[in-house]
């Protein structure tokens, strides 16, 4: 059968332009010119391609049903008072031009619809129940987007615009996420405006800055969050109870910094203890304190998503990673582990700036690497507990090892780990080697063994040596600590004598 085109014809200036019945037309196209208003359903059935033409703008009071089958070709603007319905299976363009979203109650967008841009304002809020995609722009004005199950996607020059608050924000507790598509190549900012109405209307945004990073066609970065403590049963004293995860697909080798944005609302604990935390996957990853006037946790050097939340727990975990910290001038924190706590290195940073002090706590091994630097009138003490008294019973306790001029770390510090050498038989009874595993036979290489006084019981240099054997027979019953330097590393392992 051929198409026919129906074609509305210009009427008086003076009077708005109006169909009175619901388009309910199979076969046809269907054009709208200028302005044009609709009371009753709007329903493109299968078959039908309904167009809007640039410049022209069609309000429909009623539904827009796409019937499965038909297409929406928008040049213009549609203004929706009510709910948009997809019946189409798979994703299909809905055209180049704006569909806005204004109705006075709660309106729903069903079905895959890919949107060029979209504007929300409606005051009661917009509900997901479909996938959906916007390409160009999406304008938050007025009321929230309730996900759902369902994502949101932002194409890779898409954006989203509007001044988002509590009032305008979209709602991710759920499965669905707002997720992000980049060009190749991008370096630069996004910020995802999310939130909760759990209880209260609260805005928790998350901006990523990426500075590296190769993005593949498809790739996307998704963010949704929960208005509750994170559940980790080890997470106790001072943490928030919000946490914020991030997921991502076709994105490799990426560095970015990310802000996490939380009420005081969210707070238990004291504030000025907690650090932004990466609690999932394991081990805990600690970035920076949190700035407490502005309710901000911040990570940097970034190269991989999970679960974010702000925390100082009183319960350590088994292992704990230290990167891209700053200890300001004039405070004092403490940071333990279970088993191993690890600093800097891998191209991150851990700075204690003057008159700042930090303990380190572990009980098996602390490993301190490139780029930790001490700073001029700074503290660092690190030591490996033997009565699980970790940070909350030591943070109270003098700080020692003071470093009294701007250097690289290399005062006396406890720092355990084993990278680079391995220690056996450990219990041992006697006979120590010390076997180094990644540097074949080292040019030099420092050595000393103390005990858990701190009183040094053997200082040695090797040169040229893969495996050395110390003696413990003159030593009474205890736990050890073997501190080795080489190049730009203090590493050491804990020894016990049976």
């Not at 309000?59 to 948009?84: C, E, Y």
């Not at 079905?111 to 009661?124: A, H």
């Not at 901006?207 to 969050?225: A, D, E, I, K, R």
């Not at 700073?375 to 003490?381: E, I, V």
Request: proline letters at 5%.
């Amino acid at each position: 059968m051929k198409n026919h085109l129906l074609s509305l014809k210009k009427l008086s200036l003076k009077k708005e332009r109006r169909f009175i019945a619901a388009i309910l037309l199979s076969g046809f196209f269907i054009l709208v010119t200028g302005l044009s208003a609709i009371r009753a359903e709007n329903r493109i059935t299968t078959g039908t391609i309904g167009k809007i033409l640039p410049g022209s703008t069609l309000v429909s009071a009623g539904s827009m049903v796409i019937n499965s089958g038909a297409v929406l070709d928008n040049a213009g603007t549609l203004i929706l008072k009510n709910n948009l319905v997809n019946g189409n299976s798979t994703a299909n363009s809905l055209g180049s031009g704006l569909v806005e979203l204004s109705g006075t109650t709660n309106q729903s967008i069903s079905g895959p619809n890919i949107i060029q841009n979209l504007t929300v304002n409606n005051t009661s809020g917009v509900t997901f129940s479909g996938e959906n995609r916007v390409n160009g722009t999406l304008t938050l004005t007025a009321g929230k987007v309730i996900l759902g199950s369902n994502n949101l996607l932002i194409g890779p020059t898409g954006n989203i615009a509007g001044t988002p608050s509590p009032d305008a924000m979209i709602i991710v507790t759920n499965a669905g996420q707002l997720r992000k598509e980049f060009p190749s190549g991008f370096t630069g900012t996004f910020t995802f405006p999310v939130g909760d109405t759990t209880g209260t209307d609260q805005y928790s945004p998350v901006t990523l800055v990426f500075t590296s990073g190769g993005f593949t066609s498809g790739n996307y970065v998704g963010v949704n969050l929960a208005n509750e403590k994170y559940p980790d049963p080890d997470i106790t004293g001072n943490y928030l109870n919000r946490y914020w995860t991030i997921s991502s697909s076709g994105i490799s080798s990426f560095i970015c910094n990310a802000t996490f944005q939380y009420l005081a609302a969210d707070v238990t604990g004291n504030e000025n203890l907690i650090s932004c935390t990466k609690v999932n996957p394991l081990p805990w990853v600690t970035y920076s304190l949190t700035n407490a006037a502005t309710h901000l946790l911040s990570a940097s050097g970034i190269m991989s998503f999970g679960s974010f939340t702000g925390m100082k727990s009183t319960t350590p975990p088994a292992n704990q990673e230290l990167v891209n910290i700053t200890i300001p001038d004039g405070v004092t924190n403490c940071y333990d582990a279970t088993e191993v706590l690890t600093i800097a290195g891998n191209g991150n940073f851990f700075f204690v700036d003057n008159n700042a002090s930090v303990t380190l706590v572990a009980g098996n091994r602390i490993s301190i690497l490139p780029g930790a630097r001490v700073f001029s009138g700074g503290y660092l003490h690190g030591y490996i507990t033997t009565n699980d008294s970790y940070c909350d019973t030591t943070m109270n306790s003098p700080v020692t090892n003071p470093v009294n001029e701007d250097q690289e770390l290399t005062t006396r510090i406890e720092e355990v780990t084993n990278p680079f050498f391995k220690i056996y038989p450990n219990p041992t009874t006697d006979i120590v080697i010390l076997e180094f595993t990644q540097h074949g036979s080292p040019s030099m290489a420092w050595v000393a063994i103390y005990n858990m006084s701190g009183k040094q019981i053997l200082q040695q240099a090797l040169s040229g040596e893969t495996k050395h054997q110390f003696s413990l027979s003159a030593q009474p019953v205890g736990i050890y600590v073997i501190q080795v330097r080489l190049d730009d590393r203090m590493q050491v392992a804990k020894i016990v004598k049976e």
